[in-house]
Each structure stands twice: as C-alpha cells, then as structure tokens.
C-alpha cells in the first residue's frame, strides 16, 4: 500500500491562537547607500562611504574630529529616512503601538575614534531643534564603547571584549496628564555583546526617565550617523567598517488590545 500524503491545516499551539504572519519584527540591514536615505552632513563629516557584504564604510575627515553624536556636541552627518511600520504607513510619535530594536557589530578598525549611531529624530535636518534617542557605538584606544541614551543625555560603558551593541527603544508612552499633550520615549536597554553573543559582565543597563519629549504629530525618521569617539581631542583621521539592523515590533492595537480567548487572530500565509 502506497504512502499517502495530506497537506496540515491549520494547528492550535495549547490554545495560543494560530501561526502569526512572518516577516513581522525581522532584522532590516542598513545601507544608507541604497537611494532611500538622505544625507545631511553639514560639517563635511565624511570624507567616503561604502557598502558591501563587509558592512558600512565610513572615512571621517580629519579636520572633523571635534564633531560627534552627543548631548555636547550634536555634529555627526547623519543618513536619514521615515521609520515604517510593517504595513509600510510612516510612524508618527502618537502610534504607541511599536518599539524599536538596533543591533551594530564591529566590523574593522583601521583609525581610532570612529563612531557609528543609530537614532530616531523627529526633523534630522533641523539641528537647532531636533530631538533624538538611540545608540552610539565608538572604537576608542583599542576598546569599543556603547553610548545609549537621548539628546539630553546618555550612559556609557566601555569593554575590551566588546564586538556588537543591542539596544531596545520602548514604545512611547503617552504624557498628557502631566503636562502639554506630548508624546516621550520612556526608556532605552541596552548590552554589549563579546563574539559569542554573550553578554559582557556588568556591560548593560537602561536609561529610564529621559525627559526628551516629541510632538504627538510629527513623524518618526530612524538616523545613521558617523562621526568621532567624545573623547576625541585632537585632530585625526577615523575610518571602520560596521554591520547595522534594525526591527520594528508593531501593534495597531497599541495599549487596548482585546481579550480573545482563542488567541491571536492573524493567520501564517
């Protein structure tokens, strides 16, 4: 008798609902060289930029080593484009549905002082009044250092180990019974990987209570930006290659979700 063969339907996982829609809160790789972002480097930060399947190449002018992405001196270039949500409709600060995770690895060193971030900024171009939050990733004396935080302020925490950076951005939380109907990032996690992936001892935290806050209105854009170590003072060349993601988690539903008793709803296609 011959083997026969059926196609499953669709299956129940101890009562959680059906198989979610993939590709839904994947890693995205940055290439800021792809036509979908646009540069903003008003100190001719950069000297060259390239992609390949090494990573993101960034050659800093040396005459720039005064220009970092910090709460003292907001000077990188900055590569930006709208942040999205899965569907593909821009993100606005009052969509308290989503957060946001960036992942960056170091690639190669070939100057000291190189800086690399990731950040989201409500008007990149406006250096005057933008507002960001994020992660910054430096090569300082032979040790690369995490950077998380805002505009306003940010920790820091450096490691000799250290090859990748995680940080995960929380959904804005709405502050409108405190003061001016404003949207704010609540907090940022971060942890400095070794090469296993492992998290290094004491190199991670979070950064609660920022004050930085975003017009409810305003879209949200994702920053990638290249410039120097803060701790930089005097003049050199910076030059790394890097590996950059990010993902997007996302919700229509935000903070009301409905109580279904069969679990989720969405279907695997």
Not at 71 to 92: I, M, N, Q, S
Not at 190 to 200: G, K, M, P, T
């Amino acid at each position: 008798m011959g083997r026969r063969s059926r196609v499953p339907g669709q299956f129940d996982r101890n009562g959680l609902g059906t198989t979610p829609v993939t590709s839904f809160n994947e890693w995205i790789p940055v290439n800021p060289l792809d036509g979908s972002w646009t540069l903003d480097d008003p100190n001719s930060v950069i000297s060259s930029a390239s992609v390949n399947a090494s990573g993101i190449r960034f050659q800093n002018n040396a005459a720039a080593y005064d220009h970092h992405m910090h709460p003292a001196e907001d000077g990188a270039a900055a590569y930006y484009r709208l942040l999205t949500a899965p569907t593909g409709a821009p993100l606005k600060w009052s969509d308290n549905g989503w957060s946001v995770d960036f992942l960056i690895t170091g690639v190669t060193e070939n100057d000291d002082d190189a800086l690399i971030g990731l950040h989201l900024s409500d008007d990149p171009p406006d250096r005057t009044n933008r507002h960001w939050v994020g992660l910054n990733y430096t090569n300082i004396n032979g040790q690369r250092k995490i950077w998380a935080g805002d505009k306003a302020s940010m920790n820091s925490s450096n490691n000799a180990d250290g090859v990748s950076a995680f940080a995960k951005l929380f959904n804005p939380f709405d502050r409108s019974s405190d003061d001016d109907d404003k949207e704010q990032i609540h907090a940022i996690a971060w942890v400095h990987l070794n090469s296993a992936n492992h998290s290094i001892a004491s190199q991670y935290g979070t950064r609660g209570g920022m004050t930085t806050e975003f017009d409810e209105s305003d879209l949200v854009y994702i920053m990638l930006c290249s410039g120097f170590d803060p701790a930089s003072t005097s003049s050199g060349t910076s030059d790394g290659t890097w590996k950059v993601w990010y993902r997007v988690s996302y919700s229509s539903e935000g903070f009301s979700p409905e109580y279904r008793l069969n679990g989720r709803t969405h279907l695997h296609k």
